[in-house]
């Protein structure tokens, strides 16, 4: 069993902005990368929103950039994934995938989310194939075909008025008629010649053999459906927390999975325990809220040590 003082999960923004701090207060940080090394931003191309970057940076080349900074004060990126965890306080364990065992007094989770799909017929089989969830990695396959986009979030809208740029057509689908999404993106994709909305609209079934073909859609109201010809679908349909782990180990979530902390701290309900960035944040899902929540994290974990050291002696 391999001691460490602090163990953060997730290498995105949160668990780096974590682990800078941490490894500051000489704390030695383990950080496991998990399966998306730096996590989802990597899969956006320019991050023009980050404070401190006036002509705006790579997703990736900003995660690095946290992470050898970490690594500058001593913290130790382990590119390997947490696969059971069992939560003591005072002494947490983890294995990962590759079969070590770790002990450790104070863990941050900072996991992240996944993009939801539909989970309808021919989606999971085509994955890669046409389906995808961001339109910043594979738009550029689409050159001159018809996509369609499902969902009426801000994620939608920009990823629509996105795909214009390559698409010979956008053909944006929502099961309702009234949106999530702010009303400037709603109007600039409504004004956009090359998008068509279809609302009220059920996603029933993604079709092609090797490669997506069409989407089939259903109206809600009057049951009809239409098959629109299409090469890619990209759901815009929101994430889903990467919490499973920890809620079965008794880490506590809210009904969609987002892990619950403390009011304005980044504590969970078992002690020593600590959450940052989008696994406990339905809200805000920003990469400088991320890194702040883990700047809060790191620093909640450092009070809790000192304390517990102090409780020991
Ligand atoms: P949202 O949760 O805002 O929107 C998700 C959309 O997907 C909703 O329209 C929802 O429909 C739909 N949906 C969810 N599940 C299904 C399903 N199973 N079948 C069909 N439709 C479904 O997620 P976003 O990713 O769009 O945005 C998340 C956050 O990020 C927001 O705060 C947003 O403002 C922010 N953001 C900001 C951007 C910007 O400012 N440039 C760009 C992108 C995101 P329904 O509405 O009916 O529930």
Redesign the pocket.
């Known amino acids: 069993m391999l001691k460490e003082q602090i163990i953060i999960i997730g290498n995105g923004p949160a668990g780096c902005s974590a682990a800078v701090y941490a490894a500051r207060a000489g704390l030695k940080p383990r950080v496991f990368a998990g399966d998306l090394p730096c996590g989802l931003l990597t899969q956006t191309s320019e991050v023009e929103?980050f404070p401190g970057f006036t002509d705006g940076i790579d997703g990736l080349d900003l995660v690095m950039a946290i992470q050898m900074q970490a690594e500058k004060f001593g913290a130790v990126v382990d590119y390997d994934t947490v696969t059971a965890i069992n939560f003591t306080p005072g002494k947490h364990t983890l294995t990962t995938a590759d079969g070590r065992e770790f002990t450790t007094p104070a863990i941050i989770i900072a996991t992240g989310a996944v993009?939801?799909?539909?989970?309808v017929p021919g989606e999971e089989r085509l994955r890669g194939r046409g389906v995808s969830a961001c339109a910043t990695c594979d738009g550029a396959f689409f050159k001159g075909v018809p996509v369609v986009v499902?969902?009426?979030?801000?994620?939608?809208?920009?990823e629509a008025l996105f795909l214009t740029r390559f698409a010979s057509h956008v053909h944006l689908?929502?099961?309702?008629d009234?949106?999530?999404?702010?009303a400037i993106?709603v109007e600039r994709a409504r004004a956009h010649e090359k998008i068509t909305f279809h609302l009220n609209s059920?996603?029933t079934e993604i079709t092609g053999n090797d490669e997506v073909d069409g989407v089939l859609i259903t109206d809600k109201n009057t049951n009809a459906t239409e098959l629109i010809p299409a090469k890619g679908f990209f759901a815009?349909?929101?994430?889903i927390p990467s919490t499973a782990l920890f809620k079965a180990a008794g880490v506590a979530t809210d009904d969609n999975g987002y892990i619950v902390v403390e009011n304005n701290t980044s504590l969970t309900n078992i002690p020593g325990v600590f959450a940052a960035g989008d696994c406990m944040d339905p809200?805000?899902?920003?990469a400088s809220v991320a890194a702040g929540n883990g700047v809060k994290a790191a620093l909640d974990a450092e009070k809790y040590l000192a304390d517990y050291a102090a409780k020991q002696q």
């Open positions: 929103n993009p939801r799909f539909t989970g499902a969902g009426g979030g801000d994620s939608a809208m920009e689908v929502h099961r309702r009234t949106f999530r999404a702010s993106m059920l996603i815009a349909l929101g994430h809200r805000y899902r920003q």
